[in-house]
């Protein structure tokens, strides 16, 4: 097997038979009477034309004599050229056999027929080299081999495999979908800055940045809520933005550290009827883009349309990992639950962390069909307001679906002095050592103070969600360029 610079010397060669013969071969513009698919599909009328101009990328070379078959490739479908030589003449016929590889881009332009086999093709009468390739598709040559590889070479990976190109037409649908039900919603969508100088919103480690004209540090943003709360008080009821986080932390099947979110506020919302409103959502989402309401997620028959199931966190602890009280359980009784469990504990220093983690040893893996689990403990999240009728708990929900953690949402803190009390503790415990913490913004607290209205908060994953809808198990897999460590040379 030729080594890939023997290869690429070849096609070197190639192309400077284009340049001695004074062609361009990477040309300034093209012509395309109809795409590919439109070829297909319009067949029997396009039969009529004289001549029809088609581009594409060469995917398959047949030549035998004085014929050769060429299947192209644009994007859309693929599509059968023939090009004879009695018919085309010896010059554009030897042109096309000396220079001519798979991965190339090429212009034709003849007429259609049919061949006695029934294929759609296109008797070429003349041709073009728009984009001469120079490297080899991983079909013909052992570049593309393993996981990695395709994740760093997306756009062979794409090319080469219908599956993973259709898996990105999915998500891009489904951002579609998701955008179209905010809009007639009566959502605004907005923007929000990326580099901001307290990473608020969330409990993560960001990435930090230094601006050298404002000589201050920023930090790439972890979460959005925290402004998009501020145009509430600006007046705006209803806003939504899906964008990119950073968060400075593992990677694995279901994390990278670059990441899409959808977040959204409604003024006067609150977490009931967030829920009834993300399981609409879904429901319309998941009918539009796939055209059913059932999937198959990791082997595992999941039905949408059926209603959500809603638990609280502290029954789904009873039920699953046999804790028979814990609203009350000592952090001693949590850690000694933890080991039984098989979790890792020595870095767990509080309570509500220590159920956190039996909950996703014991508990998530179990949850298949949507369901929303709600009545978290208050110390679980520093923005969300306490229950009326019990203030150590917080009116939150979460929806997991597949064991996927897809949806966090809550009745919005509104209460500027309850804020700044739970602030207080956050920073009480990043000074013990806790750097898993929301860090106070009193920019965010002004904004409170000039009074903010009751809202809902929505928070959708967005890569877990298409990982959803495509049966990918593994984040990478629905991002078109995942975080990967730099190849060494």
């Known amino acids: ?65 004085g014929l050769v078959f060429a299947d192209l490739f644009d994007g859309t479908g693929k599509f059968q050229a023939l090009l004879k030589k009695d018919e085309i003449g010896d010059e554009l016929f030897d042109l096309w056999s000396n ?36 490297r080899p598709l991983p079909e013909k040559w052992h570049g593309l081999t393993d996981t990695e590889e395709r994740f760093r070479r997306r756009y062979l990976d794409t090319l080469m495999n219908e599956e993973v190109r259709n898996r990105f037409a999915v998500r891009s649908r489904m951002i579609t979908e998701i955008r179209a039900f905010y809009n007639s919603h009566e959502y605004m969508e907005v923007e929000t800055p990326r580099l901001q100088s307290v990473a608020g919103g969330a409990t993560a480690e960001p990435f930090k940045t230094h601006f050298n004209a404002l000589d201050t540090t920023f930090y790439l943003t972890i979460a959005q809520e925290l402004y998009l709360k ?25 994390h990278n550290p670059e990441f899409t979110m ?15 409103f993300v399981e609409t959502l879904l429901k319309q989402v998941v009918q539009k883009v796939l055209g059913k309401l059932q999937i198959t997620y990791n082997g ?46 020595e870095h767990v220093k509080t309570s509500e962390k220590m159920m956190d983690a039996i909950y996703k040893k014991a508990v998530r893996p179990k949850l298949l069909q949507p369901t929303f689990i709600i009545d978290y403990p208050v110390e679980m ?19 997991v679906v597949g064991a996927l953690e897809v949806v966090n949402a809550f009745s919005e803190l509104n209460n500027p002095l309850d804020q700044a009390e739970r602030y207080a503790e956050q920073d009480k415990r990043k000074r013990a050592g806790d750097g898993d913490i929301s860090p106070s913004d009193r920019v965010y607290l002004e904004a409170m103070e000039y009074g903010m209205p009751p809202n809902g908060g929505i928070g959708i994953g967005i890569d877990r969600l298409a990982m959803l809808l495509t049966d990918a198990q593994n984040i990478r897999e629905v991002i078109f360029f995942p975080t990967l460590r730099p190849k060494s040379e």
């Open 1 to 65: 097997m030729a080594s890939l610079d023997e290869i690429r010397a070849t096609r070197l060669a190639k192309l400077k038979l284009f340049q001695d013969k004074g062609i361009n071969p990477y040309p300034v513009s093209s012509r395309m009477d109809v795409t590919l698919a439109e070829a297909s599909g319009g067949f029997e009328e396009l039969l009529k034309k004289k001549e029809l101009y088609l581009v594409g990328r060469v995917m398959a070379l047949r030549g035998q004599g």
């Open 99 to 134: 220079t001519v590889d798979i991965g190339d881009f090429v212009e034709v332009a003849g007429t259609l027929f049919l061949t006695k086999r029934n294929e759609k093709t296109l008797q070429v009468k003349k041709w073009r080299m728009l984009a001469k390739s120079l």
């Open 230 to 254: 501020q145009l509430l008080v600006g007046g705006f009821p209803r806003v939504y933005e899906i964008g990119r986080k950073f968060r400075n932390e593992g990677i694995d099947v279901t």
């Open 262 to 276: 959808l977040e959204s506020n409604e003024a006067f919302a609150d977490a009931k009827s967030q829920r009834d």
């Open 300 to 345: 595992n028959e999941i039905d949408f349309e059926t209603p959500f199931a809603v638990v609280t966190f502290y029954d789904l602890l009873r039920r699953y990992a046999l804790l028979p009280n814990p609203e009350k359980a000592s952090f001693e009784e949590l850690t000694l639950k933890a080991k039984q469990l098989g979790v890792t504990v």
């Open 381 to 399: 999240n520093p923005f969300a307001k306490r229950k009326e009728e019990d203030g150590t708990l917080i009116d939150r929900f979460q929806l």
